[in-house]
């Protein structure tokens, strides 16, 4: 190789024949970078640095040239300054004035250095050409020089590593995209200038040999999609700043070695979606700024070695599909704000180890989609309890909810469950509880309903009682769940509440009513909601309260009535059907427990139940088929009395709650259910009696 000094011209090249050196003698003040076809000489800079992009090839490796054969693949795109460089091949070729691509032809296959001086801004393999027979790139020198992209230049140059140890000419390069894409050979990379790019992207995907990274300038950087994805060998990762980005879609995904991670500035990143997924070494996770997000779809996903969570502030999140997804040695989880997520699907699922969930996790979030969010879980009673009632303090309606793992709940997750499907939740939990289903869901099409619970779907959230307080005579309607969560006797205070309306819950706008005052009955004394076996009950004086309806249309032939209710003084009545010149049937609880009627001017027929009179609290279950009473109590068998004359065959019927008009009787008593069917419901006796049983335990 001749010895070149950069000073002067020549028609070929100035040629100094002191000094001895490998390829060039470099002097102090400048060393030469490249020799011009035109004789020009270039020095780019001093002190002994090699200039020149050198790279390591083999040439019988596969590739879309011959395997005596490499060619330098090149790219215009975001160039600012023209290709125009030469070539020096370790086996003494010499190539100059090329202006893009490039196929060197070598004596035999095999492997060779390839050293290029000049103008060479970008080397563009795209996953394509001979990207396989590309061993080493061992010097950058000029590369890079007079380009803004990089996008996909050694992409799928998987047998390539990187031996370089000076950092190029990147500091103008804005588009990194893939640019090392597939090079999964790379154990270490250098210290580039980066500072310029914004989109880096895929960059260094699948590079699954690297075991480090270094603190490269990526401040300027707004797209960070998959950009270490499977880069599956790297352990530790530098401070790096994304402060410019606002998503890490999959960024660290499947950085399987990755023990730890840095506290990193994330307050303007609104998507994680899938970022640490499958980082399956992490044992811990810093307390990252994480307000921005809004997207935590996948972002732990099969984090598998993590043994606990940090209290990262979620509440702009929307989005908790699969978030901890297969954490499966997490045993514990602190109280994140989900409220504002609106899929929460399997977002601990296959949590194997999760037995703590705090409480009241839900109370005010919105969603709706809960489907297998705590499958193969491992949770306490506690734990599912609590979730289980928070999802019902949220009042939410029409969900999805699935547990499996861990313990069943108790009574109390129990009855939220129960709460739950009213709303018309589906829940699916350890142990298989069942749900109660409301009961005119299940045995629908009454005639007339009134309850202090919820009887049907179609009724949920809606009043069941209007009450007047006794302490200005205002009015206001309650919910069956506002009657016990301390709402109405923050409407009463300390004073009484007494029923002007117990509405009507089948839909067909049968309300009870009492517009006196003296006559109403009560719910509230003295600010404390009137109980009876637990549950609350309406009060009847036994002097004049009743409640009525004096527009009823009774089915003529058939009806049956259910009723919860008892007796305080010496006997409890409700009477239906009476008319003046009619008859009526009598449901009483006095000397007898029994369902009376009487024809129009005729004897009265009485049907006992087989139950003995109790002042305790007692279901009554009556039917009049047609040509029977049956009366029965406490699921008891019915006693039946034939009867010669329909009690109810007379049009127009009215309905009295708490007295027996006819006789003018006002019993003292409670009522807390009346529910009447126009048809025969024998078939559905144990059905609808264990209905009632389950919401009252009177038997």
Not at 456 to 476: M, P
Not at 652 to 675: D, R
């Amino acid at each position: 190789m001749a010895n070149k000094v950069g000073w002067g011209q020549g028609s070929v090249n100035n040629d100094i024949g002191w000094g001895q050196g490998a390829s060039n003698n470099d002097i102090g003040w400048g060393n030469i970078q490249a020799i011009s076809p035109s004789g020009e000489t270039n020095i780019v800079g001093g002190g002994g640095v090699d200039e020149r992009f050198i790279i390591t090839v083999k040439t019988d490796n596969a590739g879309t040239s011959a395997d005596n054969q490499f060619t330098i693949p090149t790219s215009t795109t975001g160039i600012t300054q023209a290709f125009l460089y030469d070539i020096e091949t370790s086996d003494g070729q010499t190539i100059t004035g090329v202006t893009g691509n490039q196929t060197i032809t070598f004596p035999t296959a095999g492997e060779y250095d390839i050293k290029i001086s000049g103008s060479f801004p970008y080397m563009y393999f795209n996953n394509g050409g001979d990207r396989q027979k590309l061993l080493d790139i061992k010097n950058f020198g000029i590369y890079a020089l007079g380009s803004t992209s990089q996008s996909n230049a050694f992409q799928g140059c998987f047998n390539m590593d990187i031996s370089a140890t000076d950092s190029g000419n990147f500091g103008n390069v804005t588009n990194f995209g893939a640019a090392w894409r597939n090079c999964s050979s790379i154990t270490s990379f250098p210290l580039i200038d980066t500072s310029s790019g914004t989109n880096f992207d895929i960059a260094w995907n699948n590079c699954m040999s690297l075991t480090s990274f270094p603190l490269l300038d990526t401040s300027s950087g707004t797209n960070f999609g998959e950009t270490w994805r499977s880069c599956s060998s790297l352990t530790s990762f530098p401070l790096i700043d994304v402060s410019s980005a606002t998503e890490l879609k999959l960024t660290w995904y499947e950085c399987s070695s990755l023990t730890s991670f840095p506290l990193i500035d994330t307050s303007g990143i609104t998507s994680f979606n899938g970022t640490y997924a499958t980082c399956s070494s992490l044992t811990s996770f810093p307390l990252l700024d994480t307000s921005s997000g809004t997207n935590f779809q996948s972002t732990w996903s099969n984090c598998l070695s993590l043994t606990s969570f940090p209290e990262l502030d979620t509440s702009s999140g929307t989005n908790f599909l699969v978030a901890w997804f297969n954490c499966s040695n997490l045993t514990s989880f602190p109280l994140l704000d989900t409220s504002s997520g609106t899929n929460i699907s399997r977002a601990w699922s296959g949590c194997s180890s999760l037995a703590s969930f705090p409480a009241n996790a839900f109370d005010t979030n919105i969603a709706t989609n809960y489907s297998d969010a705590f499958l193969t879980t491992n949770l306490t009673t506690q734990s599912i309890d609590d979730i289980l009632v928070s999802l019902d303090t949220s009042g939410v309606s029409n969900g999805t909810f699935t547990q499996s793992g861990g313990q069943a709940p108790s009574a109390t997750g129990e009855a939220a469950i129960d709460s739950l499907v009213g709303k018309g939740w589906t829940i699916t939990v350890t142990g298989g509880y069942t749900p109660s289903q409301l009961l005119l869901d299940e045995y629908p099409n009454a005639a007339a309903a009134y309850s202090l619970r919820e009887l049907s779907t179609a009724s949920v959230g809606s009043a069941v009682v209007r009450v007047r307080r006794s302490l200005d005579n205002a009015e206001q309607d309650f919910t069956a769940t506002e009657i016990t969560d301390g709402t109405l006797t923050t409407f009463t205070g300390a004073n009484d509440g007494f029923i002007t309306t117990w509405y009507d819950q089948s839909g067909n706008g049968k309300d009870t009513n009492q517009s006196t005052a003296s006559k109403q009955p009560k719910l509230v004394t003295s600010g404390v909601v009137e109980m009876d076996n637990g549950k609350p009950t309406i009060l009847f004086d036994g002097i004049n309260d009743v409640l009525e309806n004096t527009s009823l249309i009774f089915p003529t032939t058939n009806i049956c009535i259910s009723k919860v209710s008892s007796r305080i003084g010496t006997s409890a009545f409700d009477s239906i059907g009476y008319l003046t010149s009619g008859g009526f049937l009598n449901i009483n609880n006095d000397s007898r427990i029994s369902f009376d009627g009487r024809p129009s001017g005729g004897a009265s027929f009485i049907s006992d139940s087989n139950l003995s009179p109790t002042t305790e609290q007692i279901l009554q279950f009556n039917i009049y088929d047609g040509a029977n009473l049956k009366a029965s109590a406490n699921g008891g068998d019915f006693g039946t009395t034939p009867v010669s004359a329909n009690p109810i065959s007379y049009g127009s019927n009215e309905l009295y709650i708490g007295a027996l008009p006819q006789y003018n009787n006002f019993t003292n008593c409670n009522n807390s259910e009346f529910i009447m069917w126009g048809d025969d419901q024998t078939s559905n006796k144990l059905g609808i009696e264990t209905n009632i049983n389950n919401n009252y335990t009177i038997y």
